[in-house]
């Protein structure tokens, strides 16, 4: 079980948390014109990564807030965790 | 029975109590203390099971957690338990265990005949026999695998017990209590830190209790005891017995089973058979020791070859022999302990030592006591069928390739010792490589991959005095970065004998003209011959190997048989170990019951049950319960004699002539506040929302991104900037997260704040004709009537001083209103509605008239909701805005979604009118095609329609939209049924909607 340090709370287990997929995702605006390529890749297209990935989880049984989790996928190690609206160097 | 083999006195037992037990019917006494292994040897009952495969007579082989033969089914206070280690389980009063893997008894074994016809069953054979031909399998070679080879029975009653699951934190968890452990434990808790000492065994100390060494003065087990007594005081210490660390996750997350009760006759009231313990440690001590290997001869799986270090913990913890004229055959010093302490007991031993001349302290210690030794000596063979009765020996070379003649000497048991294995699991469960160290041919860890260090023999150090000195800075150093405290231990002065090298010698050269079986995996029977058989057909990878032959896939992990096996791959291929490599180690260390692992999660603990304010109302009133989710709703009220059909049909039929009313507490309600609450929801739904009025409820459809239907519900502008949006029951939690991520992630510009109100309302659904009179009953304060609260109009009232909600919405498409009191006032409001609603007579009805009610009218629910239909399906289409954007509109136009002969809902009625179609069968155009019968829908929702008095489904066709009027034929292969249908409207009644707004 992993221990994901929630920026609003603290340590907490991973069982407090629900996953969110890929952080780097970002809708495409409402009300433009994009392709089908670009939608495709919004809903369905993940690289599934090895190694570091930028995740999002909520807080589920906590705050409710939903966090980005920087991870690696091969090794569950965790090295920064930040808030939604936080920017990401 | 008399305890032959239990010495007079000596042992760490309990001799004032003597305790009865049967095995195999028959009875026995041992002592307090004892396992059920060391009271069955006091005995002198070496024949405990018969082996897995060739079903060969089974003894003792270990004294505790590695053991690979002794499993017995275990029957205590009523129950019975399958694979419990007779060397792990201790003995109590009225233990009754038998023999597992013989059939009918353990003195005769049909499937012993494996035995002999071994030539049968090499390795592979279950692959290359049992794969064909393929519709075999069922009918005889799994049933015939079953009887003749199955481990033990599980019991198929209610298990009683509790189990019982624990979170606990802590500065450093240690797992193990032998040197290491101890003072690692003492010199972290010395420093304040918060310790955690787990030992798996009833007795800690480890290797303490058995080894012939001094502390400070003290016997190792003296020392061993005065340092428990002293953690034990201190406030900041658990130490925890019969306690497996048994599996290493991640994120130092380490789980732990304590066996509370397993020891007794009975478990005590109110405490748990078992406890698991997950434990999140900043540090952790691996000091889980070391297991003896064994050395591998003909016939080594005989009943009284076992583990010198397991003769001598039966010696010295139980005071027990395992045998009275034992043969020692040794490759290290350790043999020598073990034939010291059968000397010291008055028994003569007789040493075989594969080294030439060795010389150290210990080996001095057995000479000047008398003890022979023959040196450059192996045993080639074990002899006796269920019990060692001689042992065939020889004298091999200097090189260990070639054996002198052999000669036969008598012996009733054989205790081996190939040296030691450090028991690296748990640091290798947390991801440690671990490295080859050829100095004591096993692997140690190497560098710590979480906060995971290895002490004493686990980490391959096998003098007490480096094992100390190690342990004791381990715990300062670990702890002092904690507490910052930094208390020195001095060690104190420890006296223990000197050992010489081992010898590289695991395996005895095959004689020639003989074809002994040479045992690697005593508990899945795995020889050296099918290792070798396994690499002549081409399996190269350790991996392979060990699931081509089992080697290392019993329920024991291969503790004993890991390092020998891969010795002799390595031997064959001419490779060096680290170059073969090792399998992975995975949790659990040893076999943890399932009763452990779900805990308290049973029955009604597997999920909370939510009640609604009014659940002791209808409980009262003969509800029948459904679980709905994690709620409890009443699925009907049992009048008389009533079936379920016969009820529902009267409470629907009675809403749709009078009135009824319906517990609709469970409804997902979520509060929407904020400025931009209006645009929000104009994005999450698919129509408008932007000009709804304030007082005004609206039909809304949510989808995914990937224009899927996600839930349906009403949402009712309560002010100009405060919504009530609901939600289905079952997608309240979701609808929630959604609604959250997208304010919180995608538009955090929106000024708009949702929370759950689920709990905060009770819902009571009043429908039928009769409903606006009852409302006026309920509200005489208010006004009531249709242009005052028209169909979708919302209006706050006072029902009697209470401050309700009136939404005029309908689910059962009567004339119908949702009154919302705050929960606490919801029995009230029922008992109220209940009260009033006698001159209308109305009466309750449950889900499951609530669903008639609704599947009659056509409206969808979660059964067309599946998340694989989208609006077009449900008809619900009419509610996609052209005008704007929202949450999966961009998915809609894809080309699956716009075919023409898209599937859509529809209704189906059997052609006679009679027959109830049940839910989840097929639609197809012929009844007798050949299978795979094209299959053009499926039936989500059956109901006995109580306005035609005929059966009535809705279906999701296929080109659903031109199929009205078809007949088709539905099919359940599950019930074994085929009906005639002809396919209508899915709005069976009223479709024009005129009852909602009459
Ligand atoms: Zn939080």
Redesign the interface.
Known sequence: ???IKCPHCGMR?QNEF?Y?GDASVK??E??KE?TDEE?DN???NRKSLRGKHLE?W?H?SGC???IKVERDTA??E?FNTYK??EEIS | MSQNFRLENGGLINRNKKLSFKFNGKKYFGYEGDTLASALIANGVHLVGRSFKYHRPRGFFGAGVDEPYAMVQLYRNNETEPNVKATEQELFEGLEAKSVNCWPSVNFDIGAINNFLKIFLPAGFYYKTFMWPKSFWYRVYEPFIRKAAGLGVVSTKHDKERYEHKYEYCDLLIAGSGPSGLASAYAAAKNGARVILAEDKPRFGGSLLTSDVNIGNQSGDDWANSIISELKQMPNVVVKNRSQVFGYYDHNMLVMSEKVSDHLPKTKKYHPKQRLWYIRAKEVLISSGSIERPLVFGNNDTPGVMLSSAAKEYLKVYGVLVGKNPLVFTNNDSGYETAIEFKKNGINPIILDSRVNPKSEIIDEAINLGIKIQFSYVVIAAQGYKKVRSADIAKISDDKKKLGAIENIKCDCICVSGFWTPTIHLASQSGNKTKFKEEIDAFVPGKSKQNETTLGAANGVFTLEETLQSSFIAGQDLSKKITNNDNKISLPNVVEKKSSQHDKFWCVPMPEGKNYKRFLDFQNDVAVSDIEIALKEGYRSIEHVKRYTTLGMATDQGKTSNLNGLQLVSDIENKVIPAVGHTTFRPPYTPISIGAIVGREVGKHSKPTRKSPMHSWHKNNNAVFVDAGVWLRPRYYKQGKETLFEASKREAKNVRTNVGVCDVTTLGKIDIKGPDAAEFLNRVYTNAWLKLPVGKARYGVMLREDGIVMDDGTTTRISENHYHMTTTTAQAANVLSHLEYYLQLVWPELNVNVVSTTEQWAGAAIAGPKSRKLLEKLFPYNDVSNEALPFMGYMEADLFGVKARIFRISFSGELAYEVNVKSDNGNFMWEKIIELGQEFELQPYGTEALSTLRIEMGHVAGSELDGRTISYDTSLEGLISKKKDFIGKRSLNREAFTSSDRQKIVGVVPLDKKTSIPEGSHLVKDAKAPLPNKKLGHISASCWSVEYDNPFSLAILKDGKNMIGEKLFVMSPLKNKVIPVEIVSSHYVDPKGERVRS
């Open positions: 079980m992993l221990h287990s629900s969110g809708r495409p409402l009300n994009i939608w919004f809903v369905y999002l909520q589920l409710r807030q939903w090794t569950h965790i939604a609206e």
